[in-house]
């Protein structure tokens, strides 16, 4: 056995260097890429709640990710159609922004455009007042470390935003501009009936 040792140790010892080393070589490779997967920008879409309006949902492109995300393409499916007459609304600024590639987004920066605004029907039901769809789904690519582009795609519907429920306490900031609001109009209210005496 001693003699089968001597005669092949060599070698095995030199098959082992061999893995030892191949090992090493796929674990910094691993660590390498993984630590380019964590540089990568990450660009993503999503619905939100307009900061100073319950009935307006915005559409928002931000770039997630640690680096510049660069010729950022976004497209719907379905495309968004603006009819005749439509001038006026918020739409065609969104499509317009969408039209060409966005040539830099940076860390953080975040695009964001009106993409559903309430219209009251005279019941409990809302009607968008734009003509995008409730449904879409958003496709997103662009330029990142390398040569090569990043793609993804997000599915959003509104009812993600609609069908939000919170409260308002009397005693926080929008509950005491209620109660004012409300205190105005019954003042209003007095003072015309006072004004209707006099005449």
């Known amino acids: 056995m001693w003699d089968w040792i001597n005669d092949y140790g060599a070698g095995i010892s030199a098959v082992a260097t061999v893995a030892t080393a191949v090992i ?51 497209s ?35 695009l964001s455009n009106t993409w559903y605004s309430a219209r009251d029907l005279g019941g409990v039901e809302l009607e968008n007042s734009e003509p995008t769809p409730d449904e879409v789904r958003v496709s997103v690519s662009y330029k ?11 599915d959003l519907t509104v009812e993600t935003v609609t069908l939000t429920t919170f409260s308002v306490s009397s005693t926080s900031y929008k509950g005491r501009l209620k109660t004012i609001d409300a205190s105005l109009k019954k003042m209003g209210e007095h003072l015309s009936v006072i004004a209707k005496k006099l005449k």
């Open 144 to 154: 990142g470390l390398g040569l090569r582009r990043i793609r993804d795609s997000f």
């Open 24 to 74: 090493a070589i796929i674990a910094v490779l691993a660590t390498s890429f993984d630590s380019r997967a964590r540089s990568q920008p990450m660009v993503a879409a999503e619905f939100r709640t307009a900061p100073d309006s319950d009935t307006t949902i915005e559409f928002v492109i931000t770039n997630l990710g640690p680096t510049q995300a660069r010729d950022v393409v976004v």
């Open 76 to 110: 719907f499916d379905p495309p968004i159609v603006i009819p005749d007459g439509t001038e006026a609304h918020s739409a065609p600024y969104l499509l317009k922004r969408y039209a060409r590639p966005i040539p830099v987004l940076n860390p953080g920066q975040l």
